[in-house]
């Protein structure tokens, strides 16, 4: 026991290297109200890479990221009804609210000025929130979601966080009021276009270039690919779309999306680029057009967003890795090389036993190779 909690152990960054390595840590003890989860499987967000390398400049070491989480609960508080121990649960971006304010009686957790985000943040108590790249986590029981049958749990997690990001705007921005509107996806932002279809758009992919065309056809089910180096294609295409969702993680031109928009388009930003972007302001005047933002979503659309998700089959297309992969995949996902979201197997891989015979064979083979060198 440690600090009068439990153990926990996961991997963190210690700095803005944002190089991640064998952590051990505590939660706090399961009380009236919490769950404590054991964590099956956790999703990698882009905002992980964004905070282990402090792009955002808000990061306080160390840090276990992870906010995509999916786990079995293993113990229930005396207030909690929802859940039962064994019961498959849900963690994602938030794990606490001040519970009465305007946003909160709305249920609109997600912007409560006193909203607790699941890792480097701090609880009211002051000890420091950590994320899912870990074993265990105990949190308030109304921030864990029911996680329904139909989904998977490892391709399921995504949702959590990737999922209701481009769910909850869909439906304030009144995307899925009309069907047949037309909406551009750029930064693929992949669950978009699988969500968009469902509630029933023509949905397009807007992406730097032609690499991902086939699949986001194909398997993703886009009706079109637009990339954005194709100036004749972008010339045919302007004015054509209603929506755009802007889930690009780096700085970029805005000019381009407005010129694809029609007459009252509503440009949605969802990626957070460490600077500011430019905005132009003739082409959203002349055409009466919107920009607007959306962070995530409250716990009750997320827990609607989940069940939607299961009712029409849709998940995340992942990569399954070993927490012992994370470092490389934090390297591939700068790239934008991953199709189209890592997910750490964190059961089956984490544990301070696999971590020693994983140090002991990266040694062994250090060993081999520095001997084959003489
Ligand atoms: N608003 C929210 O509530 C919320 C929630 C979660 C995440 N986010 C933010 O959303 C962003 C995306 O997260 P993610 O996990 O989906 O990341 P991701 O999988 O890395 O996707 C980002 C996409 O951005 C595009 N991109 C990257 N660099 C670009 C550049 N220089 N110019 C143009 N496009 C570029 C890439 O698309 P192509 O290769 O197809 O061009 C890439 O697929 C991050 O900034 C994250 O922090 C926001
Ligand atoms: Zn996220
Ligand atoms: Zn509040």
Same mark, same amino acid.
């Given at each position: 026991m440690v600090d009068g909690g439990h153990k926990a152990f996961g991997w963190a960054a210690k700095n803005e290297s944002g190089v991640l390595s064998p952590f051990h840590f505590s939660r706090r003890e399961n009380g009236e109200n919490d769950v404590t989860v054991k964590i099956l499987f956790c999703g990698v967000c882009h905002s992980d890479l964004h905070t282990i390398k402090n792009h955002w400049g808000i990061s306080r070491y160390p840090i276990v990221p992870g906010h995509e989480i999916v786990g079995i609960a293993t113990k229930v508080g005396k207030n909690v009804t929802k859940f039962k121990e064994g019961d498959r649960v849900g963690v994602g971006? #938030? #794990?606490? !609210? @001040?519970? !009465? @304010?305007e946003s909160c009686n709305q249920d609109l957790e997600n912007y409560c000025s006193k909203l607790v985000f699941t890792y480097n943040s701090r609880s009211s108590d002051g000890t420091r929130n950590q994320g899912g790249y870990s074993d265990v986590i105990v949190v308030d029981h109304r921030f864990v979601l029911r996680f329904p049958d139909g989904l998977p749990s490892d391709a399921g997690a995504p949702l959590l966080c990737a999922g209701i990001t481009v769910y909850s705007p869909m439906k304030y921005y009144g995307m899925t009021e009309d069907s047949g509107k037309h909406l551009g996806v750029s930064g693929l932002g992949h669950i978009a276009v699988k969500i968009g279809k469902a509630f029933g758009l023509r949905v397009t992919v807007i992406s730097r270039s032609s690499e991902k065309e086939r699949e986001a056809i194909d398997r993703l089910g886009a009706d079109a690919f637009l990339v954005t180096t194709d100036s004749q294609k972008m010339k045919d295409a302007v004015g054509t779309m209603d929506f755009i969702m802007d889930t690009v993680s780096a700085e970029h031109s805005l000019l381009p999306l407005f010129s694809l928009l029609n007459v009252n388009g509503k440009l949605v930003m969802l990626g957070l680029p460490e600077k500011p972007l430019e905005l132009p302001i003739f082409p959203l005047v002349s055409g009466r057009k919107m920009v607007g933002g959306s962070q995530i979503g409250g716990m009750k659309e997320t827990q609607e967003m989940l069940e939607f998700c299961a009712k029409h089959n849709i998940v995340s297309d992942i990569e399954l890795i070993k927490m012992s992969d994370i470092n490389s995949a934090m390297d591939r996902l700068a790239r934008s090389d991953v199709r189209y979201r890592f997910v750490i197997d964190v059961a089956n891989s984490l544990s301070p036993a696999s971590v020693i015979s994983c140090d002991i064979k990266e040694h062994v083979d250090h060993e081999v190779s520095v001997m084959s060198r003489f």
């Open positions: 971006v #938030i #794990i606490g !609210s @001040c519970q !009465s @304010c």
